[in-house]
């Protein structure tokens, strides 16, 4: 069955310094996209950054990365020089070939002045 | 910009209660979904609708009814409100393929007393 595991449930880190997001998925499909979504305690949910399976590429967004690792399942998130706009709850998300999207519990980032 | 609208951010309902949630999209987007999101389950998906008058049964449809009449709105619809259905729900739309990141409303907390 196809999963995300997200296993930080919380995190703290320190003004300007990098941040990585930990998530492993698990798909038999060869074809699929994995996605990282922002939800600052407001409650929308923005989208920061999508991975295909094919791209040769590891995709960047200005301070977001992805560290695609495809042997190991992993796709980590990857924020540099982090800000107090920053702190928020981050899910994974890993595309289907049935529209759907199947999320990770989410990890709540604390960025600390 | 994409626009995702809820009919409220919060509902207060009492148990037996039918409830209606209605979600507007100004994209033009064929798919649509409603998640409930509650803390340490991530999103979890309820139904989903990829053309007007089709819906899918998501993870969690036991309770839930849903209703695509246009192709910009997708009702969510608690045929008997019960106090374990007391959570945020999340409308989102996309276009196309799986692979297209999803672009998400407000939110409606939803107690049920």
């Known amino acids: 069955a196809q999963k995300i595991t997200q296993t930080q449930p919380g995190m703290f880190v320190q003004e300007k310094e990098a941040v990585t997001l930990d998530c492993t998925y698990d798909t038999s499909d060869p074809s699929y996209g994995l996605f990282w979504y922002k939800q600052p305690s407001s409650g929308e949910m923005i989208f920061l950054i999508y991975?295909?399976?094919?791209d040769q590429q590891n995709a960047t967004e200005g301070r977001y990365s992805l560290n695609f690792q495809k042997a190991r399942k992993s796709a980590n998130l990857v924020i540099s020089a982090s800000q107090l706009g920053d702190s928020a709850m981050y899910f994974c998300?890993?595309?289907?070939?049935?529209?759907?999207?199947?999320w990770g519990a989410g990890t709540k980032l604390i960025i600390k002045p | 910009d994409v626009k995702v609208t809820q009919s409220s951010r919060y509902l207060v309902k009492r148990t037996g209660e039918k409830v209606f949630l209605e979600c507007v999209q100004d994209m033009d987007h064929e798919n649509m979904f409603w998640y409930r999101q509650d803390p340490g389950l991530g999103l979890r998906l309820i139904y989903f609708?990829?053309?007007?008058?089709?819906?899918e049964k998501g993870d969690i449809p036991e309770g839930y009814s849903v209703s695509r009449e246009k192709k910009e709105r997708f009702s969510l619809i608690l045929e008997s409100a019960s106090t374990n259905q007391t959570s945020m729900y999340l409308c989102?739309?996309?276009?196309?393929?799986?692979?297209?990141?999803?672009?998400f409303g407000p939110g409606t907390r939803l107690t049920v007393l």
């Open positions: 998300a890993m595309s289907d070939s049935n529209y759907q999207l199947i």
């Open positions: 991975q295909g399976s094919y």
């Open positions: 609708s990829y053309d007007v008058k089709m819906k």
């Open positions: 989102a739309s996309s276009y196309g393929t799986t692979y297209n990141e999803q672009f």
